[in-house]
């Protein structure tokens, strides 16, 4: 919500394995917190897939969380 973390990842292996379909642009997901109640709506607005070699650095600091590092 505080828009540090502007991106998300999964692996396309874990979609096939569970015969899930792989994300929408337009998709929308319910955010909740530790006690289950929901505090915001995710709409994706990009989907694109990539080998992990080739991640680029921008995605990754979007991505991550933390100290914000890319090493």
Do not use: H
Not at 4 to 19: D, H, P, R, V, W
Not at 32 to 56: H, K, M, Y
């Amino acid at each position: 919500m505080a828009g540090k973390k502007t991106a998300s990842c999964s692996l396309k292996q874990a979609y096939l394995i569970e015969n899930e379909p792989l994300p929408e642009v337009g998709r929308l997901t319910v955010v909740l917190n530790w006690a289950q109640e929901p505090v915001c709506i995710v709409r994706l607005t990009q989907v694109s897939t990539a080998p992990f070699n080739e991640v680029t650095e921008d995605f990754a600091r979007a991505e991550g969380e933390g100290d914000a590092s890319y090493t």
